[in-house]
C-alpha cells in the first residue's frame, strides 16, 4: 500500500493545493476544484480549516526571510482555507501548471490565477512545488486516515501506460 503522502514520479504521485481564505471568500471554491476534476486528477482528500498564524509560518518556513513574509503569514490565516490533496501522475507539476503563475500579472489566461486573480499577495491557490514539498505538506496538513486510498474505474478513460 502506497504512503498517504503519495509516491512522486508513479500515478500515485500525490500534491496539496490549497484554495487560500481569499479564493473562499470570493466564491471560487468550487471554480477551482472543478479545474482539477476536469483535468482528470483524483481527490483524495478535502476539509476546511482556519490556519493559526503558527501554522501559517511553518506552511511558508522557507520564506521567513522575505520582505513580505509578515503580510504572507497575516494573509494566509485570516480566513478558512480549503485543503486538498490530488493525486495523478505528474499532479505536482501539472497541478503548478493548473495554478498558473505566482504572480496573476504573469499568468496566462486558461490557468487558475490567469483568470480569476490580479495580486501576488492575492492569488487565491497554492500548489506544492516539488516532491518533497508535497510529502511534506500532504503531512503537515493531514493524518493519513483523511486521505482516502480508492479505485476509480474511470481512470482506464483517462490514463493510459504510455
Ligand atoms: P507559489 O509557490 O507560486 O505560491 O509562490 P512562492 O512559494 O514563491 O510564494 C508563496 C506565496 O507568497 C505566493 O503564492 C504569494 O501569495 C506570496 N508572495 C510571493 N511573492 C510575493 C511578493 O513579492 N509580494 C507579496 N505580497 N506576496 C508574495
Ligand atoms: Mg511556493
Excluded at 490556519?51 to 478558512?80: N, R
Excluded at 516539488?130 to 476509480?152: K, L, M, Q, T
Aim: hydrophobic residues 40%.
Amino acid at each position: 500500500k502506497a504512503p498517504f503522502t503519495g509516491v512522486p514520479g508513479t500515478d500515485k504521485e500525490r500534491t496539496f493545493i490549497a484554495i487560500k481564505p481569499d479564493g473562499v471568500q470570493r466564491g471560487l471554491i468550487a471554480a477551482i476544484i472543478a479545474r482539477f476534476e476536469n483535468k482528470g486528477f483524483k481527490l483524495v482528500a478535502l476539509k476546511m480549516l482556519w490556519p493559526t498564524k503558527e501554522k501559517a509560518e511553518s506552511h511558508y518556513a522557507d520564506l521567513a526571510t522575505k520582505p513580505f513574509f509578515k503580510g504572507l503569514v497575516a494573509y494566509f490565516s485570516s480566513g478558512p482555507i480549503v485543503a486538498m490533496v490530488w493525486e495523478g501522475k505528474d499532479a505536482i507539476k501539472t497541478g503548478r501548471v493548473l495554478l498558473g503563475a505566482t504572480n496573476p500579472a504573469a499568468a496566462v489566461p486558461g490557468t487558475i490565477r490567469g483568470d480569476l486573480a490580479i495580486s501576488v499577495g492575492r492569488n487565491i491557490c497554492h500548489g506544492s512545488d516539488g516532491p518533497e514539498s508535497a510529502v511534506h505538506e500532504i503531512a503537515n496538513w493531514f493524518a493519513p486516515e483523511e486521505v482516502s486510498d480508492y479505485p476509480r474505474s474511470l481512470d482506464e478513460w483517462i490514463v493510459s501506460d504510455n
